[in-house]
């Protein structure tokens, strides 16, 4: 059975930068999809970030295009997403998810992933 487990989170001052990590077990992590999201009090979930199976392809909300970075490295099992130049409405708690559909294409909806890890908070502080 697979488990997604996420780690990483905090309280940083605006402009700063944090590193999350989601640690899988239980799959073949190569062999699927992943993504992040996100959600603030009294908002829905948001989509994030996103990235194949390879690693060869991202793709990014606009409101964090140029800010982070999602990556992967598949022989840890681990996926990361790179938070730079952070404001206040970063925060949030952030999640990440799996796809395993093997579609091979860019989805941004949450209902897509199958697999959620149990979230880690992130708090920007202006």
């Known amino acids: 059975q697979v488990q997604l487990v996420e780690s990483g989170g905090g309280l940083v001052q605006a402009g700063g930068s944090l590193r999350l990590s989601c640690a899988a077990s239980?799959?073949?992590?190569?062999?699927?999809?992943m993504g992040w999201f996100r959600q603030a009090p009294g908002k829905e979930r948001e989509f994030v970030a996103t990235?194949?199976?390879?690693?060869?392809?991202?793709y990014y909300a606009d409101s964090v295009r140029g800010r982070f970075t999602i990556s992967r490295d598949n022989a840890k099992n681990t996926m990361y997403l790179q938070m730079n130049s952070l404001k206040p409405e970063d925060t949030a708690i952030y999640y990440c998810?799996?796809?395993?559909?093997?579609?091979?294409?860019?989805?941004?909806?949450?209902?897509?992933?199958?697999?959620w890890g149990q979230g880690t908070q992130v708090t920007v502080s202006s």
């Open positions: 990235i194949s199976r390879s690693g060869s392809n991202e």
């Open positions: 998810a799996a796809d395993f559909s093997r579609l091979g294409i860019i989805r941004v909806v949450a209902s897509a992933y199958e697999l």
């Open positions: 239980g799959r073949t992590f190569s062999s699927y999809a």
